[in-house]
């Protein structure tokens, strides 16, 4: 897609003659190689440029059904499109994968506020592969590729989303009709939220408890048709709809669901790892938590839709501070650009450098989910708890720093960041939707936690531990003596380590000492806060560790120019955290006033140096200008104009005098009251 062809702005201008690295190889790292940014480009672009999506028109003035009505046309035109691409491309299934995950990007310039679709291509298409046996996915999946079916995911209820071993829908088994019977026996057991469901598919996964036998045998996947498949009218015992307006993801068209007596087939239930025979006897998968995978996908997949929200909310905050000038820093200059305060320097390089370690860690959970899942089919499910903690703590602790992030770049751009046009408060709905779907992040570092306190008994117990908590071993061997901090990245790393390890400590001794007189349950429950600072602190050792390993390897493979921003982007990010958690850094490492005194000098050293970089960062980050959507953050930089048009375009603009005035304004006004 070619950038903006406007004049760009002088002062953005002149921030990129200062460029001192090749930005276009630091966008050929973050797409995974100079193929794939043409690749993307193209895909972009392919879409984007099509007139019959009419992106001219803004959505957000829309109505909440117009909106939904439109986000369904333009995906239509959209999925249309794909198809008509694949088949030019080759049609094989890396063909369908390379444009999916470029639309990734893509969908959001088209339907901002969310793709009435997107359950069906990610968790509905997903699950049918992951957890059907061949003959269910000879049955399936080409419906679902050529779109004949339209599906979601729905496993949430009214009453219960977290603890899911609850939920209330039945499923019951009858050999003799080979059918199971669907029911929705409370009002708390509707499903509730699945995405794309109100509406727009016809098919659904659901999450029921299955009976078979006069036995429940917990919650197993079945597929369901819940429409008719040419009048689109719900099938007998069907009743659903829209859950109604949202924060955000308004045309993601969430829904509600309940079964009265509603006849499922034998065949329908998805029988990879839980299986039934006809007779009705249940056998129990090799490990009962695998039903639980299209989740696990679905959170490693999140880390990088997090980073990419930070990126393109850094480019809007980065470009507008480059542009933006105001109150002079010496009395007697002129105003400076409003990145010359170091407070904005700090309100926006940091995140830069997150969206960085965060695409690193994308990037390595993508291949430690890739080999664990390889594993697994045959047979070897030893390192799934390991991902399920990894991810489910990855995911709370990226999208916590996703959406804190997002909020502070809005805050960032002044009373313009609170405009719609700004382009940032979609990235900060979808960020903060994110902290809650696909698990709370509560929840999810309480999982992590679990895996924590199980490996710290196995290290004081002098068992193995796998590779990525293995610092505990450390904190054991240091026999209560804190460890001595050194101001090196390593360092740095020892000490958060320290401080994931002794929290880690703390929370286990609470559980020790409360065991004596209550459960372990309840000795658990009242250790939650340390558990979840505990988990969050070892998220934080994930990122760096991860980030210090992928840096150091890219730095070998990059130019020495722009190996030097990657060493200055990860110790902004290593020293950043630090500073961040000073508090849990301090009860259990040995760190001086003078070496935090250092630290904070070496902030600002990093930012007198990324100062050059960050433009030439952001601008890698490769986001065109439909794709940031911004009038502060496009490529030209002429925010003024760009707001003054966007202004005008106001519906209420489009006539001098509104109606108001004749019919309530001017007779309050006359009225004399
Ligand atoms: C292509 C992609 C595009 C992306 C676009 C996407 C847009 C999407 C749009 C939006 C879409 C939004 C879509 C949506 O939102 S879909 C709905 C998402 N819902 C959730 O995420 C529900 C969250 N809850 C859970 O996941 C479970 O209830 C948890 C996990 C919390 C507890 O569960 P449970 O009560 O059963 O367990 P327990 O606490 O008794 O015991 C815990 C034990 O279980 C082990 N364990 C647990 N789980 C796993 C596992 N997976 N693999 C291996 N092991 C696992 C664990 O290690 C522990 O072991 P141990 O300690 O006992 O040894
Ligand atoms: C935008 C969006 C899209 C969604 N899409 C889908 C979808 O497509 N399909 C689908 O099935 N679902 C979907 N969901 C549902 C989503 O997965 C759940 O809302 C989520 O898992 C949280 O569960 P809950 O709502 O029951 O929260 P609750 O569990 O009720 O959380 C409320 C509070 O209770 C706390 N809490 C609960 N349990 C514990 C615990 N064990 N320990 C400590 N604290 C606890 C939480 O931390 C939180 O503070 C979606 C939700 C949203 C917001």
Redesign the pocket.
């Known amino acids: 897609m070619s950038k903006n062809l406007s004049i760009v702005n002088k002062d953005l201008k002149e921030e990129r003659d200062k460029i001192n690295f090749n930005v276009e190889e630091f966008t050929n790292w973050f797409y995974g190689g100079a193929e794939k940014v043409k690749e993307k480009k193209y895909i972009e672009n392919y879409f984007l440029s099509d007139k019959d999506l009419n992106l001219e028109l803004d959505t957000s003035y829309l109505s909440y059904k117009d909106k939904y009505e439109e986000a369904v046309r333009r995906s239509i035109v959209v999925y249309k499109k794909l198809y008509k691409l694949h088949n030019e491309m080759g049609g094989t299934h890396e063909d369908f994968v390379k444009i999916?995950e470029n639309l990734?990007f893509t969908m959001g310039a088209i339907n901002p506020e969310g793709n009435p679709f997107?359950?069906h291509f990610?968790?509905f298409a997903?699950t049918i592969m992951n957890m059907t046996n061949d003959e269910q996915k000879a049955e399936w999946l080409p419906r679902i590729f050529n779109c004949n079916i339209l599906g979601t995911?729905a496993?949430?209820e009214l009453g219960h989303?977290?603890?899911?071993?609850r939920l209330e829908t039945t499923a019951t088994y009858d050999p003799k009709t080979k059918e199971f019977t669907l029911n929705s026996p409370t009002l708390t057991s509707y499903k509730w939220?699945p995405?794309n469901l109100g509406h727009t598919v016809d098919h659904a996964i659901v999450m029921a408890q299955l009976y078979s036998q006069g036995k429940c045998h917990g919650i197993q996947p079945f597929i369901v048709q819940l429409r008719d498949s040419e009048t689109h009218k719900p099938l007998p015992g069907i009743d659903i709809g829209d859950i109604g307006n949202k924060v955000g993801f308004q045309t993601v068209n969430n829904g509600f669901l309940g079964f009265k007596n509603v006849k499922v087939p034998y065949k329908n239930m998805l029988m990879k790892n839980s299986k039934l025979l006809e007779d009705g006897t249940f056998i129990k998968p090799k490990?009962a938590?695998l039903n639980?995978?299209t989740?696990?996908i679905?959170r490693v997949?999140m880390i990088i839709?997090a980073a990419c929200r930070i990126a393109k909310a850094t480019t809007i905050a980065l470009r507008y501070s480059l542009v933006r000038r105001q109150s002079p820093i010496n009395p007697n200059e002129i105003e400076p650009k409003i990145i010359e305060h170091i407070t904005q320097q700090n309100k926006i390089f940091p995140g830069i450098a997150k969206a960085v370690v965060f695409k690193c860690m994308a990037d390595y959970l993508t291949k430690l989910h890739l080999s664990i899942t390889q594993e697994g089919n045959t047979g070897n499910l030893a390192r799934?708890?390991e991902l399920?903690?990894l991810s489910c703590c990855l995911k709370a602790v990226c999208t916590n720093e996703d959406a804190k992030t997002v909020e502070v770049c809005r805050l960032s751009c002044g009373g313009h960041g609170f405009l719609r046009s700004a382009g940032l408060d979609d990235v900060y709905r979808n960020s903060t939707a994110a902290q809650t779907?696909?698990?709370e992040n509560t929840?999810m570092l309480l999982?992590a936690a679990?895996?924590l306190i199980?490996s710290f008994n196995e290290a004081r117990n002098g068992g193995s531990l796998t590779e990525g908590v293995k610092y505990l071993f450390d904190f054991i061997g240091r026999n209560g003596k804190r460890e001595i901090f050194d101001n090196s990245i390593n360092g740095i790393l020892r000490a958060i380590q320290a401080a994931a390890a002794g929290r880690t400590y703390i929370a286990w001794k609470h559980i020790e000492d409360d065991k004596r007189h209550n459960s372990i349950e309840v000795a658990t429950n009242l250790a939650g806060v340390h558990l979840t600072k505990a988990a969050e602190l070892h998220g934080y050792v994930c990122l760096l560790q991860v980030g210090i390993e992928e840096i150091e390897k890219i730095i070998r493979n990059v130019s020495p120019a722009l190996g030097l921003v990657f060493k200055n982007i990860l110790e902004l990010f290593a020293v950043d955290l630090i500073l961040n958690k000073i508090g849990d850094v301090i009860q259990h490492v040995d760190i001086s006033n003078e070496d935090i005194e250092k630290l904070e000098k070496q902030m600002e050293t990093l930012f007198k140096f990324f100062r050059t970089s960050a433009i030439g960062v952001v601008d890698g980050f490769d986001f065109s200008d439909p794709i940031i959507d911004s009038t502060l953050g496009s490529y030209d930089g002429n925010v003024y104009e760009n707001l003054i048009n966007a202004a005008r375009k106001s519906p209420l603009n489009q006539e001098d005098v509104n109606r108001t005035f004749h019919l309530y304004i001017k007779p309050f006004m006359k009225s004399n009251l």
Request: glycine share 10%.
């Open positions: 999916m990734r997107v359950l990610s968790m997903l995911y496993q949430t989303g977290t603890y899911i071993q939220w995405g490990n938590k639980y995978g989740m696990v679905i997949h839709d799934m708890p399920h903690a779907y696909e698990g929840v999982q679990r895996f199980k």
